[in-house]
């Protein structure tokens, strides 16, 4: 089992910054990967970005891409997403992830933070 705590969301005014955060515990696989997806209202769920623990390689949606940068502290299994330049249509509950690629794992969800940025 694995357990994802998520910190870092809010409201803020279009231009602005935020950072999320991470923290994955329980049985961590040797490589894994993390990363973050959102669900806006009435939309459905897509990955914003995503990172692998073992050789660095990430993954962006090209709706974020040089907006948004997804890093990882491996020693703490935490993953961090900073968003800048930040857009109302970046609004949207973010939730985190967690899949164990070895050993291979389920995909595990955190309970989701909501980002909430005004024109």
């Known amino acids: 089992q694995v357990q994802l705590v998520e910190s870092g969301g809010g409201l803020v005014q279009a231009g602005g910054t935020l950072r999320l955060s991470c923290a994955a515990s329980?049985?961590?696989?040797?490589?894994?990967?993390m990363g973050w997806y959102r669900q806006a209202p009435g939309k459905q769920r897509e990955l914003v970005a995503r990172i692998n623990s073992g050789n660095g390689l990430t993954n962006y949606a090209d709706s974020v891409k040089g907006r948004f940068t997804i890093s990882r502290d491996n020693a703490k299994n935490t993953v961090y997403l900073q968003m800048n330049s930040l857009k109302p249509e970046d609004t949207a509950v973010y939730y985190c992830t967690y899949s164990g690629l070895i050993p291979r794992t389920a995909d595990y969800w955190g309970q989701g933070t909501q980002v909430t940025v005004s024109s």
């Open positions: 329980g049985s961590i696989s040797r490589i894994n990967v």
